[in-house]
């Protein structure tokens, strides 16, 4: 397997896994933690490696180091593996995706982002989705007919009990403790806004071809995803809050091993579902215009990548994320996108505008 994004959450759980099944890892790739890195190439002895920049070339410990986005196409072309784990967080994976599906390879993908800017781009590609709710989607819709509606479930992430006035003086460390995941602060910031779960909707949407799909709130993140069918059945996906089940459906060709222990429903105090509000989680008033028009995913993502990194660096406040979403959506209008370059021209136009937006903190 081909691992980039290999010292980020996913990357590090897909690692612990790829030892319980002596799974070859040809590759691996990452953005800034070279110390990390150094501990994993000497465990899993990788032909290839590649680094973010140039300037920490010489910091790591291996004779075949590549670089930046040419780096990654490059391993994807030499390695003979067919399977590329895609855990590399934003804009920053798409190319990898697309180099992965020319090259005709299977992906298990975490990022998400390739499909929210460029799902269009990457129909008939092997894609294996490593996200949990897409995961449960995946497994609910095996050999299933007459599939009326799907759901995803948001956790509400950190602030799902705080009421939408007390979020103007949320600071990023309050927002990076999510209740049930660890994740990379990206995906974690994301959770707060609902900006994920727009995106998860527009991932399923590429991933299963349905239109018909909506989210609700279940706080404890037990469970994943619904599907709802003709007759009126809903099926739904349950297991404990942990990436290693979604990310080992992905990778392993069997399952028949125990990844993580079973849910024991008897012990559960309690289940609840909640509607997300869309005062709150203004982003997710989004849907159906991202549905409706997918092109739109370039603008949001850029703009929320974009802002989610002011508010981590306290540029701006939290509730300014949605605001400069909405900004930038408002002065770029409806895109209409036939060219993949033109994925690349928007993401690169909406960053140049979003990073001039002043905001007093
Ligand atoms: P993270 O921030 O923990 O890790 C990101 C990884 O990408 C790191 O290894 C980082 O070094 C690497 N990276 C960043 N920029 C890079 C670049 N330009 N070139 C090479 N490597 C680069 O993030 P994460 O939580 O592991 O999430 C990764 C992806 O998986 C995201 O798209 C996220 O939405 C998705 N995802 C994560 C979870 C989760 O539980 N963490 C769940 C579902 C989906
Ligand atoms: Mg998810």
Request: proline share 3%; net charge positive; charged share 25%.
């Amino acid at each position: 397997m081909i691992v980039f994004g290999s010292t980020g959450s996913i990357g590090v759980n897909a690692l612990k896994l790829a030892i319980l099944k002596n799974l070859h890892i040809s590759a691996l790739a990452c953005g800034g933690n070279i110390k990390l890195l150094n501990k994993q190439i000497e465990r899993f002895k990788p032909e290839f490696v590649c680094i973010k920049e140039a300037k920490d070339r010489h910091l790591v410990k291996h004779k075949n180091v590549f670089v930046g986005q040419e780096g990654l196409e490059r391993i994807l072309e030499l390695s003979s593996d067919t399977l590329l784990l895609n855990a590399i967080v934003g804009f920053a994976g798409l190319k990898s995706t697309l180099k992965a599906h020319k090259l005709n390879k299977k992906i298990a993908l975490a990022n998400k982002e390739s499909l929210v800017v460029a799902g269009e781009f990457l129909k008939g590609a092997n894609l294996i989705p490593v996200d949990s709710e897409h995961s449960a989607l995946n497994a609910l819709l095996k050999e299933r007919q007459n599939v009326k509606k799907l759901y995803v479930c948001a956790s509400g992430g950190a602030f799902f009990k705080l009421k939408t006035k007390d979020l103007k003086s949320v600071k990023p460390s309050d927002a990076l403790k999510h209740p049930n995941w660890s994740m990379g602060s990206k995906i974690t910031i994301d959770s707060a806004t609902m900006a994920n779960k727009l995106f998860e909707i527009i991932e399923a949407y590429h991933l299963f071809n349905i239109k018909e799909i909506d989210a609700f709130i279940e706080p404890k993140s037990l469970l994943h995803a619904l599907c709802e069918f003709q007759n009126g059945a809903t099926s739904a996906y349950f297991s404990k809050p942990d990436m290693k089940l979604a990310i080992a459906e992905a990778i392993f060709d069997t399952h028949e091993f125990e990844i993580l222990p079973p849910l024991d429903f008897v012990k559960l105090s309690h289940l609840k579902f909640h509607k997300i509000s869309l005062k709150k989680y203004s982003l997710f008033t989004l849907k159906n215009a991202l549905l409706n028009n997918p092109n739109l995913g370039v603008i949001i993502n850029a703009a929320n990548e974009v802002m989610v990194e002011k508010f981590l660096k306290q540029k701006c406040e939290f509730l300014d994320i949605s605001k400069g979403v909405f900004k930038t959506l408002d002065h770029f209008g409806e895109p209409k996108i036939r060219e993949l370059e033109e994925v690349f021209e928007y993401d690169r136009k909406v960053r140049e505008y979003c990073e001039n937006f002043s905001f007093i903190v």
